[in-house]
């Protein structure tokens, strides 16, 4: 069974900076991707950033390029999102997902595993 929980979520003013953590178990970590989503009120959801199994590949959305890094500790099962420079559009419910050897970006619900989100409220 693989069960991924987010955590760090909060109220933030705009330019300030909040870090998620995913905490992964149930499964072999390192044989999985791990990509982070979010969904604002009333839109789909969207792709954030990925990384793969070993760490040392990464990609991000265009709109969070240079603000927002994704990381992982495959020692700890646990990946992280260092989120800089917070805007109100980055508000939404952050969720991580999990899929062997790819997330896929373009289609967020073909990544079969995920957590239950956690809430992300950026205030201008």
């Known amino acids: 069974q693989v069960y991924l929980v987010e955590s760090g979520g909060g109220l933030v003013q705009a330019a300030g900076s909040l870090r998620l953590t995913c905490a992964a178990s149930g499964f072999t970590f390192t044989d999985y991707a791990i990509g982070w989503f979010r969904q604002a009120p009333g839109k789909e959801r969207e792709f954030v950033a990925a990384?793969?199994?070993?760490?040392?590949?990464?990609t991000s959305a265009d709109s969070v390029k240079e603000r927002f890094a994704i990381s992982r500790d495959n020692a700890k099962a646990l990946v992280y999102l260092q989120m800089n420079s917070l805007k109100p559009e980055d508000t939404g419910v952050y969720y991580c997902?999990?899929?062997?050897?790819?997330?896929?970006?373009?289609?967020?619900?073909?990544?079969?595993?995920w957590g239950k989100g956690t809430l992300v409220t950026v205030s201008s």
């Open positions: 997902a999990a899929r062997a050897r790819r997330i896929v970006e373009e289609s967020p619900m073909d990544n079969p595993y």
């Open positions: 990384i793969n199994r070993a760490g040392d590949s990464t």
